[in-house]
């Protein structure tokens, strides 16, 4: 079974995240996130049309997860 479709859908979203991030970097895929990529994001969040808004929301949240992993914070 692949290792990322085992990550159940039911946990909540930044759990879950997270949770996919880690597998992920088991395979070398890292995810970039530092203090000035949340804010260029939370910028594209507040000007973002209502169209773009919740992808853009999806993205910064998805960062913000990163960030926490990088730091050491679950």
Do not use: C, H, I, N
Not at 50 to 68: I, R
């Amino acid at each position: 079974q692949d290792d990322l479709a085992s990550v159940p859908q039911a946990l909540p979203a930044l759990m879950r995240a997270a949770k996919l991030q880690k597998r992920a970097a088991r395979y070398g895929v890292q995810t970039a996130a530092g203090a000035e990529t949340l804010a260029v994001d939370a910028q594209t969040v507040q000007t973002a049309a209502a169209s773009q808004a919740e992808q853009a929301v999806g993205k910064l949240l998805f960062e913000a997860v990163a960030l926490a992993r990088q730091a050491g914070v679950d």
